[in-house]
């Protein structure tokens, strides 16, 4: 079975430029999760979508970052415009229906850098 | 306050030892995961557990629900098990760990 695919794996841009990254969840799986995992930090929750609906985004700067996860497959997350405290690794994961009790299968992340 | 504990934050191991990593908790949970992500980023599930203990290969995880309490523990350590290990649970929502970084020496 194909994981879950992130693109791009790296990206480095300059403060105030806009960024995308995409992930593609494994076949299936209808709940996706986008993290952000600062350097020796564990992942921290941006959104979930449990098909296409987002049912957490608490915890995403609105003002900044929006995400989309149209026909409830692929999802996008986009920043802009991107500040220097952005730089990050950022993570998608997907799980198997809803709930907390599904084990979640991540992507490699795409590292950001922001100059 | 981070609801989900992890020690030792940083541990160097020669290979062949015995590895004990250590999660404390203080929120109702449904499942504990344990995680691996190496250099890189990738990251991989390695257990996800409620209740006793379950081994995989040289991998072994327990919980005691009463206590709050896991262990992540690796048998005859090899160098392929440097990796940071990433401690998670699951209530309401998922809280991570801050992880441990494991090392082992040839």
């Known amino acids: ?115 | 306050k981070n609801e989900v504990e992890q020690s030792p934050q940083n541990l160097t191991a020669q290979e062949g030892e015995f590895i004990t990593i250590n999660c404390s908790y203080s929120v109702g949970i449904s499942a504990l995961h344990w995680l691996q992500q190496h250099p890189g980023g990738g990251i991989v599930s390695l257990f996800m557990l409620s209740s006793g203990k379950k081994k995989h290969g040289r991998l072994i995880a327990t919980i005691n629900i009463q206590e709050k309490h896991s262990s992540l523990h690796i048998t005859a350590s090899h160098p392929r098990d440097s990796a940071v290990y990433i401690c998670a649970v699951t209530g309401n929502q998922f809280y991570f760990g801050t992880g441990t970084s494991l090392t082992v020496i040839p």
């Not at chain 1, 098909?51 to 026909?71: I, T």
Request: proline share 6%.
């Open chain 1, 1 to 115: 079975e194909a994981g879950v695919v992130q693109s791009p794996r790296y990206k480095i841009i300059e403060k105030k430029q806009p960024v995308a990254f995409w992930c593609n969840p494994i076949s299936g799986h209808n709940t996706l999760y986008w993290y952000l995992q600062n350097l020796g930090q564990g992942p921290e929750l941006l959104i979930r979508y449990e098909n296409e609906e987002a049912v957490d985004d608490s915890q995403l700067p609105k003002d900044r970052f929006s995400a989309e996860r149209l026909k409830g497959v692929d999802s996008t997350l986009k920043i802009q415009p991107a500040e220097l405290g952005d730089s990050a690794v950022y993570l998608c994961a997907s799980s198997l229906g809803q709930g907390s009790n599904q084990p979640q299968h991540f992507g490699d992340g795409t590292r950001l850098s922001i100059l």
